[in-house]
């Protein structure tokens, strides 16, 4: 009886030291650190910026949000784990390495679930899309919202990929996501997971034999100084999605709860906009740079993965995927 007392006291005193460290507040001024792994001159981080300034305006000044880019509080795994202990007040991750906290995110990861852009949102902005949001809750961790992260497609450094044939015996970077993985191997080449801030040295000193990203991701991590041919054959969308952590969230008044989602939803619409100029941009940069952009047949690629589908039979992500797929399909 004493030590379940001790230890329940113990977990509490640890709660809310973390909570100090993540969102410190005096005479109602609250400062949430926000870490994420991008580049500041990419869509995303604008996006986040003009979060933090309608926070601040929304508020008059009670809550702050602090943006520390470039993955300098580490990996978007990692800033996950610190939101779930409290000491990182929020983050912005891709849904894919979200998978290994909440599985039902991997159906973001399957390849060809997606016709198009307009497919994506609609699912994002309906039923599905809200509960998978908020399905991260018991682990600590609650969507605030997507982000548009357009499609990926894979890049490579010394050969075109034309069909998945040419990845037979390429190494190719995903990110920390086993159904990244199974993709890829699934295709033929060899996945190999590697943190988005390491993967540029990766690239250059062959470490990896290519890589796959959303051209604004492409282009703005520079990887095509290294990696040559880009081929469009967009295998996934895979939506950003803007994380608090409960221990947060669950303190803050219902206003300071308002403030916060209208600010994101703003930041939505914003982002979307800087999206598809980005995107276009992006390509035409890589191009001016020497890359060749390819243009592959996407059915060489959707029909090799097949399988996969059949393979997460019985999980939950099977049954989201077949409704997916049936939403908004032409008759
Ligand atoms: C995208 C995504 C990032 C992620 C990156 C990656 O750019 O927006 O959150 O880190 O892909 O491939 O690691």
């Not at 996006?47 to 978007?76: C, T």
């Not at 930041?267 to 001016?288: F, N």
């Not at 996969?308 to 399909?329: C, F, H, N, R």
Request: hydrophobic share 40%.
């Amino acid at each position: 009886m004493a030590s379940s007392l001790r230890i329940g006291v113990v977990f509490l005193l640890a709660v809310f030291a973390f909570f100090q460290a993540s969102c410190s507040s005096e005479q109602e001024h609250t400062v949430l650190k926000m870490g994420h792994a991008l580049p500041t001159d990419h869509p995303v981080h604008e996006a986040i910026v003009f979060f933090a300034n309608r926070v601040a305006e929304l508020s008059s000044g009670k809550i702050q949000v602090d943006i520390y880019p470039g993955a300098q509080l580490g990996s978007e795994r990692e800033m996950m784990e610190l939101l779930q202990i409290g000491s990182l007040a929020m983050t912005k991750v891709s849904s894919s390495p979200m998978e290994s906290f909440v599985p039902e995110m991997k159906v973001f990861s399957m390849p060809y679930v997606f016709r198009d852009s307009e497919h994506y949102w609609t699912v994002l902005n309906s039923e599905i899309g809200r509960d998978l949001l908020t399905a991260g809750e018991s682990v600590r961790l609650r969507g605030l919202a997507y982000y548009d992260a357009g499609a990926r497609s894979f890049y490579s450094v010394k050969k075109p990929i034309q069909t998945p044939s040419d990845l037979a015996g390429l190494k190719i970077r995903v990110q920390k996501s086993q159904t990244s993985i199974r993709m890829v191997n699934t295709l033929g080449g060899a996945g190999t997971p590697v943190s988005f801030g390491e993967l540029y040295t990766a690239l250059d000193q062959g470490v990896v034999d290519g890589a796959e990203n959303n051209p604004p991701s492409f282009e703005k991590s520079r990887h095509y100084e290294v990696a040559k041919y880009y081929s469009l054959n967009e295998h996934t969308y895979v939506p950003d999605i803007v994380l608090i952590s409960t221990y947060v969230w669950d303190r803050l008044s219902d206003q300071e709860q308002v403030w916060l989602q209208q600010a994101m939803d703003e930041s939505v619409e914003y982002q979307r906009v800087l999206w598809t100029e980005a995107t276009e941009q992006a390509l035409q940069r890589v191009r001016e740079a020497g890359v060749n952009v390819i243009y592959p047949d996407k059915t060489l690629f959707s029909e090799k993965v097949e399988p996969m589908y059949e393979s997460v039979k019985g999980q939950p992500a099977y049954d989201l995927i077949k409704k997916i797929k049936k939403m908004g399909a032409p008759r």
